[in-house]
């Protein structure tokens, strides 16, 4: 018999060899516990590989297989919380307030403790997420992740065509134009804006400089973060699948949630 050339008999051979790493480990390093403690979540069969429950020896590629631990994803870590609040007008979104002006953190639970992502106005109503996700916070908060945000704005008169269409194109500010939004107008004199940067008191500038300054301003979207029936003053933590698709969302895929 020919033998096969030196690098087809090389190929095979790497071939042979297990691909990524053993899952109680990939779990043990992402801090879900000793590797004894997560061979035993996956042998009580809670740990999930790509939608299928996994097995004791299975290799997995973090790149590109999902990896989830009862339904949360493994890049959430245990002692991770997620709220969503409705932030009143008057609330300040800071940790501390030196004027003792009553803060956003003072809305959710105490412990433990949590900050909020990027900021609203004091006078600003609506969605904030507050969190110690310290690596999501930044990724969302980065402008180059391009989170979206959406605001209704009620807004002095009601801005014609060109009006819409600058703040669509790119509005001149003191701080640079501003990168192209989306811009609708549901009614006379309110409009829905929808911006990635984060930049200082962004939307009132912006419909400022169009000539229509705003009267009332409400967030009501973060990424794929949406919640019409969040009363103002209230708070809830986000869902397995909502932080997921926040996550995903932070790693630059758009979705809304399922
Ligand atoms: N843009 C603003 O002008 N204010 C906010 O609070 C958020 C976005």
Do not use: F
């Amino acid at each position: 018999m020919v033998e096969p050339p030196l690098w087809e008999q090389l190929a095979a051979k790497s071939a042979e060899l297990p691909q990524g790493e053993r899952l109680q480990k990939v779990l043990a390093v992402r801090g879900w516990g000793s590797r004894r403690l997560c061979e035993d979540m996956i042998s009580e069969g809670r740990v999930t590989v790509n939608g299928e429950v996994a097995v004791l020896g299975r290799r997995v590629d973090t790149d590109h297989d999902v990896v989830e631990v009862d339904g949360v994803p493994i890049g959430v870590k245990p002692g991770l919380v997620y709220y969503l609040l409705n932030k009143p007008e008057g609330v300040v979104t800071t940790a501390h307030d030196p004027q003792g002006r009553p803060t956003v953190v003072e809305i959710v639970p105490a412990e433990p403790r949590v900050y909020p992502v990027g900021r609203l106005d004091q006078a600003t109503e609506g969605l904030l997420l507050l969190t110690n996700d310290g690596d999501l916070a930044h990724r969302l908060a980065h402008p180059s992740h391009g989170v979206e945000k959406e605001y209704l704005a009620e807004v002095e008169g009601n801005p014609g065509s060109g009006a819409v269409r600058r703040l669509r194109d790119g509005v001149e500010l003191d701080d640079g134009v501003t990168a192209p939004a989306k811009v609708s107008q549901p009614s006379p004199g309110v409009l829905r804006i929808t911006i990635h940067e984060g930049r200082n008191r962004q939307v009132r500038r912006m419909c400022e400089a169009v000539g229509h300054p705003v009267n009332r301003l409400v967030r009501v979207r973060i990424g794929p973060l949406r919640d019409a029936a969040l009363a103002p003053g209230e708070w809830r933590e986000l869902t397995q699948a909502e932080v997921r698709r926040l996550v995903e969302a932070a790693a630059g895929d758009t979705r809304p949630i399922r």
